[in-house]
């Protein structure tokens, strides 16, 4: 028998467009890492394989036997059912009550445990990333939407049908705010995603005729807005303005809720890093309780892509292992 501490972990994190993959020791260290394609032909029925045949190829590729792993620890989007693993929707890949745990299962003969991929991210961050060692962590990504994951004593928050973190979709603006792609108006995520900092950057175009964002060349991004906002644009400062105090208030009231030591600030918006934080924490600070404010440290994600995979394998050790 081998000892436990030298197996390893399989990470995977399904995205719409690649699959990331991961071997990770007993540490959460990444020992390889590798993408594909993601393949979303006939409703992507043949993404399973695709991952365990990308696996197969790794393991013989390094002369280690399938029984040099545990598990694989694996995030997806969509509606996820955690006991069963099964998919009820993800628009992103074409699945409509899709077995993932089962078929995946049956591919590799290892055994599999899913999350969805918000959360399994915050689980990296906490492991390995910027979370520290924190137990009790919010963690916001702003990028194309706005996503979350809320850690609690060291365990994701699920909820009753596993819609908790759903952060992009608190509601921000209660009259005359911008349609969302969950259906519903005016929700965080119009505002704070990095789509949303452009828009309301292209919306208020008019009323700066001399401002720097006019001389961008191409289309604007929130790259762009933070950058003016840096040398000090009053348009642009305008937009960080109303984007941190929409996302600081709603961090704000969620903190006062669930009263973490880390809130963690992932995805593209998030490499603004202090430029975004600063503001951000103002605003914060204006909502939160004094002693959630003593208690709560901003940081911004340190292990951008690899947060997925890591925290997969953050499952395994901690979910799998447990019953093996
Ligand atoms: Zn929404």
Known sequence: MMMVEKKWFIGVDLGGTTIKLAFINYYGEIQHKWEI?????????HITTHIARALDDKMEELGLPNSHFIGIGMGAPGFIEMETGFIYHAVNIGWRDFPLKDKLEMETGLPV???NDANIAALGEMWRGAGDGARDLLCVTLGTGVGGGIISGGEIIHGTNGMAGEIGHITSIVDGGVQCNCGKKGCLETIASATGVVRTALETMDEHPEGSLHKISGEITARDV???YRAGDAHATEVVNFTTSHLGLAIANLANALNPSKIVIGGGVSKAGDTLLLPLKEEFDKFALPRVKEGADFAIATLGNDAGVIGGAWLVKTKLMQKS
Not at 37 to 45: A, F, I, L, N, V
């Open 113 to 115: 445990i899913i999350d």
């Open 37 to 45: 394609p993601t393949d979303k032909s006939e409703e992507g029925r």
């Open 226 to 228: 933070f950058d003016a």
